[in-house]
């Protein structure tokens, strides 16, 4: 045992050892010189739960941890006080349980009067919480920063006034905002419109303003916003809500943006379909089990389908309207009504349970629903409704109810809970009396909070008696009775320890030992306490009395009180009084409490009567927390702690207490339950469910709709992995792998789940889910929101249940649809055609009018040579607009007669750059991108530009007015046969790749099948033919390469042509630009054949304007007795289109009687070149003219082939 050490003192006044005995929440400690325990206070056994029995003569090292101890951290605390007067230090201290608390510890000399050195006071302070608060509060708010940096929604924070204080990368990249800023850039204003009116929003218009201004939260403002640095607008929906502190004052606000521009987009689509359907839509809710009805936006019932005429025995004209209230209960129709009419006006979802009378005059109950349906722009269609009859299930529920609400009363009667005990797996179900028995909230929220496992109530038992639990528990298994009885103690997580009667019985099982248990638990504390009395010696007092002056002067008390109840007089230090600015000297005196409790905070005022009340009615303990003025006008916290003695008849007597400063410490707390606010006011904004996790799948923070989903409390799940808290096992590890897979992808990915309800009903979520990064960049978690839908996986499954009556509708419906398809593309077909005609009629009625016109006049005025001369100019150049239009329409059939020449790639397309630039809009910006050294490719130039040019305006027309336009050639090498894209087969070989490329919305799929079809166009009517995809594509293919389209919707399209290299000069004689070649020396002789006399003698005419000596035969017949006679033919002009023997079969038999004779074939239409090159049907030398031709391309074709024949 420790040395004594005696205190020569005066008596102790009875005052002090009151306050030292009232100071439960404060320990004190007395330690002689030694380091040994003399003195242990109420606060200290509370503290650290020892008894001043275990402590008295124990070294006060065993309060400390071991690693304190092995520093000797209470020994350097004493000599701290006693060369300095004063020592100790913040840290962790052990509890009796071994459990660790953050303690703030203050280390005093005890000297006697006369100086002798008596030992230590050591002051505790139990400081855990506001330890916690502060990590706490580190805590919220580096997960605030990450969360909001990783979602993919867009977040703003702002202030009181609504000036911007936080925001996210989402947001700014919605805006088109630097990632480096907060905010709208300089003095630019936030650019939107309202949707619904097109007029511009207005500053205090803004979701996140009107909620700042009304206190409410701002859910679904859709409204269109221009991007900063862009002429693009973008949908966006807004979610805005204030943010409180305590006292309810609005502090700040938050705001989710969403882009919804392609739902807007695709909403828009939808609606057409939805007329589509909604003959299909009636014919199957005609055919459900449930009565339904359709109503326009005002509630007007326009529709009802067949069950609800043969349940109610009525027709249409009596119910259109509002007629439905004929059919419905008297008691219950005004109701109804009411509930209906809210849902017409507010656009609520309705429903409502109500009798509806049947044909033969008999009521039934009804479960009605009625959702509205949306167009595009989101306003209300119409409302579809149903009513399911729910008699029988009314009448189940009725007669459960009643036996429920019997044993209920009984059980509250006999305060009794009730539990339910799984012997196999130790899952517990409770009442929720069963939760009050143990100390726990029975709600959290507005669910019933899931009890404990077996293990889980078990850690609530007494340490001492849990043994006794499980042997009883065992013996009623073993036993015939299964018979459970046992009394324990309970320790709450809050309050004093309960002593419980426990009373049950084991289920036997038929082919086994017993599975379950149930039974009864009651409150049997009363029966089991006892009162003890410690009697308080003289030193003690005195040593009490000087613990508590040094806990005064210490600062750790700011104040003492004692309240004599039967006078009512209330007296208090000087501390005190500071601490409440009241005179000192009449808190000495003593006055009433009304005067004490007028310095307290109005808004607390009534909270500490209702502690005082409560705490005077049973006496113990009392404590509370509460704000009070002091002199210089300002609230500061304080916590006031105390004890109520009462009489033995019950009566209040005395209530001494002390006073504690906790300024600091709710400081802390209101920071952290402000970033709690915050996180939880963002969290419940998002629309649906929203959480986020940790790397291995713990939830970290979870909405409302998180909470309700799982069906659990959210205390029980945060922390915890679906695994853990999820009752369905394979949900949850399908939830875990969808979630590993997109952190491990670092990816954001939208997926469909399928889940449970709390209740067991199936459901369905979509769910887009993020990686959550930190600040290096790693993933560290995952955050998500979820949207329900289950209604429309319903529906897809009601159509499923129906599919030979859709069948047969949609087989109908398809039939009709096609039919109408058809007359519609016909139409359209035609309507292209008719465009086509009218335009060439137009044009070729220009070439007649200018050649007929100039024909008659040099008619009429030939000695007029300068005037002939100058009208047939006109007239051959008029000719030549009528060859140009021919030569386009031979290119759309693909017969045309292509001029292949080799072209520089890189220098065309920097010409069209520059056309481009000028003709497609000062909102498309043109780009070229050509490598150095690219070969030249071999196509018709001319042909090549207008294809090129056509390409360009349906790029165009896809941005917009607004984009980017590339031009791109590249060198291209095919080894094998292939199809890229929508291409038809290309030969192996080298191809030069000429690419137009735009930023526009892209192309569908089912759209992309069908461009380059003739007369197939997505253009309004009268705004394109569907000719200019079809023409290129025919260019592309008669020029010996194809056409490729690649797109998809929201990534541009880019159309390439792919041609061959020209790897030499062009073989066939090309015309145009260059005078007619003269015969040198005698004529050669020409045998000109054609069966029509005017176009015969107008070519031979030509011919011999160009010094040829020229025989003429009207056809085949007539020409081959001029071939076989002896005659010089030095070549032959035939036309291809002659009756009896056409110009090819005449080439090939003048051929075989003159070999190598040369030939040339005029045609005006095309079609066989192809057939004539590659079948080998004229085998000796032999070009092709098209009509019209003129006399130097005829005279330069004809020397061409006169030398290749040689002399």
Same mark, same amino acid.
């Given at each position: 045992?420790?040395?004594?050490?005696?205190?020569?003192?005066?008596?102790?006044?009875?005052?002090?050892?009151?306050?030292?005995?009232?100071?439960?929440?404060?320990?004190?400690?007395?330690?002689?010189?030694?380091?040994?325990?003399?003195?242990?206070?109420?606060?200290?056994?509370?503290?650290?739960?020892?008894?001043?029995?275990?402590?008295?003569?124990?070294?006060?090292?065993?309060?400390?941890?071991?690693?304190?101890?092995?520093?000797?951290?209470?020994?350097?605390?004493?000599?701290?006080?006693?060369?300095? *007067?004063?020592?100790?230090?913040?840290?962790?201290?052990?509890?009796?349980?071994?459990?660790?608390?953050?303690?703030?510890?203050?280390?005093?000399?005890?000297?006697?009067?006369?100086?002798?050195?008596?030992?230590?006071?050591?002051?505790?302070?139990?400081?855990?919480?506001?330890?916690?608060?502060?990590? #706490?509060?580190?805590?919220?708010?580096?997960?605030?920063?990450?969360?909001?940096?990783?979602?993919?929604?867009?977040?703003?924070?702002?202030?009181?006034?609504?000036?911007?204080?936080?925001?996210?990368?989402?947001?700014?990249?919605?805006? *088109?905002?630097?990632?480096?800023?907060?905010?709208?850039?300089?003095?630019?204003?936030?650019?939107?419109?309202?949707?619904?009116?097109?007029?511009?929003?207005?500053?205090?218009?803004?979701?996140?303003?009107?909620?700042?201004?009304?206190?409410?939260?701002?859910?679904?403002?859709?409204?269109?916003?221009?991007?900063?640095?862009?002429?693009?607008?973008?949908?966006?929906?807004? !979610?805005?809500?204030?943010?409180?502190?305590?006292?309810?004052?609005?502090?700040?606000?938050?705001?989710?943006?969403?882009?919804?521009?392609?739902?807007?987009?695709?909403?828009?689509?939808?609606?057409?379909?939805?007329?589509?359907?909604?003959?299909?839509?009636?014919?199957?809710?005609?055919?459900?089990?449930?009565?339904?009805?359709?109503?326009?936006?005002?509630?007007?019932?326009?529709?009802?389908?067949?069950?609800?005429?043969?349940?109610?025995?009525?027709?249409?004209?009596?119910?259109?309207?509002?007629?439905?209230?004929?059919?419905?209960?008297?008691?219950?129709?005004?109701?109804?009504?009411?509930?209906?009419?809210?849902?017409?006006?507010?656009?609520?979802?309705?429903?409502?349970?109500?009798?509806?009378?049947?044909?033969?005059?008999?009521?039934?109950?009804?479960?009605?629903?009625?959702?509205?349906?949306?167009?595009?722009?989101?306003?209300?269609?119409?409302?579809?409704?149903?009513?399911?009859?729910?008699?029988?299930?009314?009448?189940?529920?009725?007669?459960?109810?009643?036996?429920?609400?019997?044993?209920?009363?009984?059980?509250?009667?006999?305060?009794?809970?009730?539990?339910?005990?799984?012997?196999?797996?130790?899952?517990?179900?409770?009442?929720?009396?069963?939760?009050?028995?143990?100390?726990?909230?029975?709600?959290?929220?507005?669910?019933?909070?899931?009890?404990?496992?077996?293990?889980?109530?078990?850690?609530?038992?007494?340490?001492?008696?849990?043994?006794?639990?499980?042997?009883?528990?065992?013996?009623?298994?073993?036993?015939?009775?299964?018979?459970?009885?046992?009394?324990?103690?309970?320790?709450?997580?809050?309050?004093?320890?309960?002593?419980?009667?426990?009373?049950?019985?084991?289920?036997?099982?038929?082919?086994?030992?017993?599975?379950?248990?149930?039974?009864?638990?009651?409150?049997?504390?009363?029966?089991?306490?006892?009162?003890?009395? %410690?009697?308080?010696?003289?030193?003690?007092?005195?040593?009490?009395?000087?613990?508590?002056?040094?806990?005064?002067?210490?600062?750790?008390?700011?104040?003492?009180?004692?309240?004599?109840?039967?006078?009512?007089?209330?007296?208090?230090?000087?501390?005190?009084?500071?601490?409440?600015?009241?005179?000192?000297?009449?808190?000495?005196?003593?006055?009433?409490?009304?005067?004490?409790?007028?310095?307290?905070?109005?808004?607390?005022?009534?909270?500490?009567?209702?502690?005082?009340?409560?705490?005077?009615?049973?006496?113990?303990?009392?404590?509370?927390?509460?704000?009070?003025?002091?002199?210089? *006008?300002?609230?500061?916290?304080?916590?006031?702690?105390?004890?109520?003695?009462?009489?033995?008849?019950?009566?209040?007597?005395?209530?001494?207490?002390?006073?504690?400063?906790?300024?600091?410490?709710?400081?802390?707390?209101?920071?952290?339950?402000?970033?709690?606010?915050?996180?939880?006011?963002?969290?419940?904004?998002?629309?649906?469910?929203?959480?986020?996790?940790?790397?291995?799948?713990?939830?970290?923070?979870?909405?409302?709709?998180?909470?309700?989903?799982?069906?659990?409390?959210?205390?029980?799940?945060?922390?915890?992995?679906?695994?853990?808290?999820?009752?369905?096992?394979?949900?949850?590890?399908?939830?875990?792998?969808?979630?590993?897979?997109?952190?491990?992808?670092?990816?954001?990915?939208?997926?469909?789940?399928?889940?449970?309800?709390?209740?067991?009903?199936?459901?369905?979520?979509?769910?887009?889910?993020?990686?959550?990064?930190?600040?290096?960049?790693?993933?560290?978690?995952?955050?998500?929101?979820?949207?329900?839908?289950?209604?429309?996986?319903?529906?897809?499954?009601?159509?499923?249940?129906?599919?030979?009556?859709?069948?047969?509708?949609?087989?109908?419906?398809?039939?009709?649809?096609?039919?109408?398809?058809?007359? %519609?593309?016909?139409?359209?077909?035609?309507?292209?055609? *008719?465009?086509?005609?009218?335009?060439?009629?137009?044009?070729?009625?220009?070439?007649?009018?200018?050649?007929?016109?100039?024909?008659?006049?040099?008619?009429?005025?030939?000695?007029?040579?300068?005037?002939?001369?100058?009208?047939?100019?006109?007239?051959?150049?008029?000719?030549?607009?009528?060859?140009?239009?021919?030569?386009?329409?031979?290119?759309?059939?693909?017969?045309?007669?292509?001029?292949?020449?080799?072209?520089?790639?890189?220098?065309?397309?920097?010409?069209?750059?520059?056309?481009?630039?000028?003709?497609?809009?000062?909102?498309?910006?043109?780009?070229?991108?050509?490598?150095?050294?690219?070969?030249?490719?071999?196509?018709?130039?001319?042909?090549?530009?207008?294809?090129?040019?056509?390409?360009?305006? !349906?790029?165009?027309?896809?941005?917009?007015? !607004?984009?980017?336009?590339?031009?791109?050639?590249?060198?291209?090498?095919?080894?094998?046969?292939?199809?890229?894209?929508?291409?038809?087969?290309?030969?192996?070989?080298?191809?030069?790749?000429?690419?137009?490329?735009?930023?526009?919305?892209?192309? #569908?799929?089912?759209?992309?099948?069908?461009?380059?079809?003739?007369?197939?166009?997505?253009?309004?009517?009268?705004?394109?033919?569907?000719?200019?995809?079809?023409?290129?594509?025919?260019?592309?293919?008669?020029?010996?390469?194809?056409?490729?389209?690649?797109?998809?919707?929201?990534?541009?399209?880019?159309?390439?042509?792919?041609?061959?290299?020209?790897?030499?000069?062009?073989?066939?004689?090309?015309?145009?630009?260059?005078?007619?070649?003269?015969?040198?020396?005698? #004529?050669?002789?020409?045998?000109?054949?054609?069966?029509?006399?005017?176009?015969?003698?107008?070519?031979?005419?030509?011919?011999?304007?160009?010094?040829?000596?020229?025989?003429?035969?009207?056809?085949?017949?007539?020409?081959?007795?001029?071939?076989?006679?002896?005659?010089?033919?030095?070549?032959?002009?035939?036309?291809?289109?002659?009756?009896?023997? !056409?110009?090819?079969?005449?080439?090939?038999?003048?051929?075989?009687?003159?070999?190598?004779?040369?030939?040339? %074939?005029?045609?005006?239409?095309?079609?066989?070149?192809?057939?004539? #090159?590659?079948?080998?049907?004229?085998?000796?030398?032999?070009?092709?003219?098209?009509?019209?031709?003129?006399?130097?391309?005829?005279?330069?074709?004809?020397?061409? %082939?006169?030398?290749?024949?040689?002399?």
């Amino acid at each position: 045992m420790p040395d004594e050490y005696p205190v020569t003192a005066a008596e102790p006044d009875p005052r002090f050892r009151a306050i030292f005995e009232g100071a439960t929440d404060v320990a004190i400690i007395a330690i002689n010189p030694g380091g040994h325990v003399t003195e242990w206070n109420q606060g200290a056994e509370h503290m650290l739960g020892w008894t001043a029995s275990d402590m008295h003569g124990q070294k006060i090292d065993r309060i400390f941890t071991p690693r304190d101890q092995d520093e000797g951290l209470a020994g350097l605390e004493m000599r701290a006080a006693l060369e300095t *007067g004063r020592g100790g230090s913040e840290g962790w201290r052990l509890r009796k349980d071994g459990t660790r608390f953050w303690a703030g510890a203050e280390m005093l000399p005890l000297r006697g009067h006369d100086g002798t050195h008596l030992g230590f006071m050591n002051i505790l302070r139990d400081r855990s919480e506001q330890k916690q608060a502060q990590e #706490a509060l580190k805590r919220s708010e580096r997960t605030l920063h990450a969360v909001l940096d990783a979602l993919p929604v867009g977040v703003v924070i702002a202030d009181a006034e609504g000036r911007i204080i936080r925001d996210n990368a989402a947001h700014r990249a919605l805006w *088109g905002l630097p990632p480096d800023t907060v905010g709208a850039p300089g003095d630019q204003p936030w650019a939107g419109w309202h949707v619904d009116t097109g007029q511009p929003i207005n500053a205090d218009e803004w979701a996140m303003f009107r909620a700042l201004k009304s206190g409410e939260v701002v859910r679904g403002e859709l409204v269109e916003c221009q991007r900063f640095g862009a002429q693009e607008r973008r949908f966006f929906l807004n !979610n805005a809500a204030p943010v409180r502190d305590d006292a309810g004052r609005i502090v700040a606000g938050v705001a989710i943006a969403l882009d919804v521009t392609e739902a807007r987009q695709a909403e828009r689509a939808a609606a057409a379909r939805l007329a589509d359907s909604e003959a299909r839509f009636r014919a199957l809710a005609d055919n459900m089990p449930q009565l339904a009805w359709m109503a326009r936006p005002d509630g007007h019932v326009f529709w009802y389908n067949r069950r609800w005429f043969d349940y109610t025995g009525t027709t249409l004209a009596e119910m259109e309207g509002w007629g439905w209230q004929a059919v419905h209960h008297p008691d219950h129709v005004e109701r109804v009504t009411k509930r209906i009419q809210h849902s017409w006006d507010t656009g609520e979802p309705w429903e409502d349970t109500f009798p509806l009378r049947r044909g033969d005059g008999v009521y039934r109950w009804f479960l009605s629903r009625a959702e509205p349906i949306q167009d595009a722009d989101g306003n209300i269609a119409l409302w579809f409704g149903t009513n399911t009859d729910v008699t029988q299930q009314r009448a189940v529920e009725a007669a459960l109810d009643e036996r429920s609400e019997r044993l209920r009363l009984a059980l509250e009667a006999g305060q009794m809970g009730v539990w339910s005990l799984d012997l196999t797996t130790g899952a517990l179900e409770w009442d929720i009396r069963q939760f009050q028995l143990f100390g726990l909230d029975p709600r959290q929220g507005e669910h019933v909070r899931a009890a404990p496992t077996l293990a889980g109530a078990m850690a609530l038992v007494h340490p001492a008696d849990r043994p006794g639990i499980e042997a009883a528990m065992s013996a009623a298994r073993e036993s015939a009775t299964g018979v459970f009885s046992y009394e324990f103690r309970v320790v709450p997580p809050a309050g004093p320890i309960r002593w419980i009667g426990g009373y049950g019985r084991a289920i036997p099982e038929p082919d086994g030992p017993p599975r379950r248990m149930i039974g009864l638990n009651f409150d049997v504390t009363e029966r089991r306490e006892t009162q003890e009395a %410690l009697a308080a010696s003289g030193r003690a007092a005195q040593l009490a009395a000087e613990r508590v002056q040094l806990a005064l002067d210490a600062g750790a008390i700011i104040g003492t009180w004692i309240w004599d109840l039967p006078t009512d007089r209330f007296t208090a230090d000087e501390r005190f009084a500071r601490s409440f600015g009241l005179d000192p000297a009449v808190c000495e005196a003593g006055l009433g409490i009304e005067a004490v409790v007028a310095s307290v905070h109005p808004d607390d005022k009534p909270r500490l009567m209702d502690a005082i009340a409560e705490a005077l009615e049973r006496g113990g303990h009392y404590s509370c927390e509460y704000r009070v003025r002091q002199h210089d *006008g300002r609230y500061r916290w304080i916590e006031a702690n105390g004890r109520v003695d009462l009489a033995p008849d019950g009566t209040a007597l005395r209530f001494p207490g002390v006073l504690l400063d906790i300024e600091a410490r709710r400081a802390i707390q209101a920071e952290r339950d402000r970033a709690t606010a915050l996180l939880r006011t963002f969290a419940e904004a998002i629309p649906g469910v929203a959480y986020a996790k940790d790397r291995d799948g713990r939830l970290l923070i979870a909405n409302a709709g998180a909470v309700a989903l799982f069906g659990k409390p959210l205390d029980s799940i945060v922390g915890r992995t679906e695994a853990e808290f999820l009752e369905n096992k394979a949900q949850a590890e399908v939830v875990m792998a969808n979630d590993r897979r997109i952190m491990e992808a670092g990816l954001t990915e939208q997926v469909e789940e399928a889940v449970s309800l709390p209740d067991g009903t199936p459901a369905f979520w979509l769910s887009t889910k993020a990686p959550f990064r930190n600040n290096a960049g790693e993933v560290v978690g995952l955050v998500a929101a979820s949207v329900d839908i289950t209604a429309r996986k319903q529906a897809e499954a009601v159509l499923a249940r129906d599919k030979a009556e859709l069948e047969r509708l949609v087989v109908e419906r398809t039939r009709d649809l096609e039919e109408t398809q058809g007359r %519609l593309a016909h139409a359209q077909r035609m309507e292209a055609l *008719g465009q086509l005609a009218g335009g060439i009629a137009h044009d070729f009625n220009n070439v007649l009018q200018a050649a007929k016109g100039g024909l008659a006049l040099i008619q009429r005025r030939p000695d007029d040579t300068d005037a002939v001369l100058r009208l047939a100019r006109m007239a051959g150049e008029a000719i030549e607009r009528g060859s140009a239009i021919t030569r386009r329409l031979l290119a759309f059939s693909r017969r045309g007669d292509l001029r292949a020449e080799a072209v520089d790639a890189a220098a065309l397309l920097l010409g069209m750059r520059e056309i481009l630039m000028h003709t497609l809009g000062a909102g498309i910006g043109v780009r070229v991108e050509a490598p150095a050294g690219l070969p030249p490719l071999l196509a018709d130039k001319s042909q090549l530009e207008t294809v090129l040019v056509n390409m360009a305006t !349906n790029a165009r027309d896809a941005m917009a007015g !607004n984009g980017t336009l590339t031009l791109s050639a590249h060198h291209a090498e095919l080894p094998r046969a292939d199809r890229p894209g929508h291409a038809p087969a290309l030969t192996a070989g080298t191809y030069v790749r000429l690419s137009v490329t735009d930023t526009g919305s892209g192309i #569908a799929p089912d759209i992309l099948a069908r461009v380059t079809e003739p007369f197939f166009t997505t253009k309004p009517m009268g705004k394109g033919t569907g000719l200019g995809l079809a023409m290129a594509r025919g260019f592309a293919e008669q020029s010996g390469g194809g056409l490729f389209i690649d797109s998809a919707p929201g990534r541009g399209t880019t159309v390439s042509l792919w041609l061959p290299i020209a790897s030499g000069g062009v073989t066939r004689a090309e015309a145009g630009g260059r005078a007619p070649v003269q015969p040198i020396g005698e #004529a050669p002789r020409i045998l000109l054949v054609d069966d029509e006399d005017l176009v015969r003698e107008i070519v031979a005419e030509q011919l011999e304007d160009l010094g040829y000596d020229v025989v003429q035969a009207g056809g085949g017949a007539a020409a081959l007795p001029l071939l076989d006679a002896e005659g010089r033919v030095d070549l032959m002009v035939c036309d291809l289109s002659m009756p009896r023997m !056409n110009g090819v079969q005449l080439i090939q038999e003048a051929q075989r009687r003159r070999p190598n004779l040369p030939a040339i %074939l005029l045609t005006g239409y095309a079609g066989d070149a192809a057939t004539l #090159a590659v079948g080998d049907a004229v085998t000796g030398p032999f070009s092709l003219l098209r009509k019209p031709v003129t006399a130097p391309e005829l005279g330069e074709r004809i020397a061409v %082939l006169l030398k290749m024949a040689g002399p």
